[in-house]
């Protein structure tokens, strides 16, 4: 069979990759034997946040050897490239939350604000666990004091895009995350 082809440029809208494909790859493997061991002998319920994670949550899911189901909730707070600092729930749990190991999976912790949320919102369901997990971290630009238990990048304040994460819904597909160039970023 022959090998996938995969686009091998970078898109011209982006100023630099900050993680190519393998890095991350390589990290989530590493997140995933992680999450295995910590969670032996439980049973996780993966709680993935529409749309920026559903790529990170496909690879992640596939590294996790623990017993698990998935779950999706969808909110927003953001417009363009910055927070409202107003998250919005607009798609709930398929499932009950109560006594189970929830591990929320995020693209991007960026403020805080929407994990703050999220968090408080699970934790009043009465769950046996809740815990995070998050592909970028950005320290610099909490609003909100929240922790992912499980980090795969730390990154500097820039405004990234791919595998998984967007500006406008565009740039999704891209294999690796980048910075976008300046000029792309309308606010
Ligand atoms: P927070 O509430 O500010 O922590 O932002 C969380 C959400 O904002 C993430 O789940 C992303 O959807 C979005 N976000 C934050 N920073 C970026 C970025 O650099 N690129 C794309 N989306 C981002």
Redesign the pocket.
């Given at each position: 069979m022959p090998a996938r082809s995969v686009p091998s440029s970078v898109h011209p809208d982006i100023e630099r990759v900050l993680l190519d494909e393998s890095a991350i790859k390589a990290r989530i493997k590493e997140l995933g034997r992680q999450i295995s061991q910590d969670y032996a002998g439980r049973k996780l319920t993966l709680v993935g946040?529409l749309k920026?994670s559903i790529v990170f949550m496909g690879d992640l899911m596939r590294s996790i050897a623990a017993e698990c189901t998935i779950d999706f909730m969808a909110v927003s707070?953001?417009d363009g490239?910055s927070?409202t600092g107003v998250?919005r729930l607009n798609l709930d749990l398929r499932e009950s939350a109560e006594g189970k190991d929830l591990l929320i999976v995020?693209?991007?912790?960026?403020?805080?604000?929407?994990?703050h949320y999220l968090l408080d919102n699970l934790r009043s369901r009465n769950p046996r666990s809740v815990e995070v997990c998050a592909l970028l971290d950005?320290p610099d630009?909490r609003?909100a004091q929240v922790r992912a238990k499980y980090v795969g990048f730390s990154i500097p304040n820039?405004?990234?895009?791919g595998f998984g994460?967007?500006?406008n819904e565009l740039y999704r597909n891209l294999p690796y995350v980048g910075i976008l160039k300046k000029e792309k970023q309308a606010s």
């Open positions: 946040i920026g707070s953001y490239v927070s998250v995020e693209d991007v912790v960026d403020t805080g604000l929407t994990l950005k630009c609003k820039e405004f990234v895009v994460l967007d500006y």
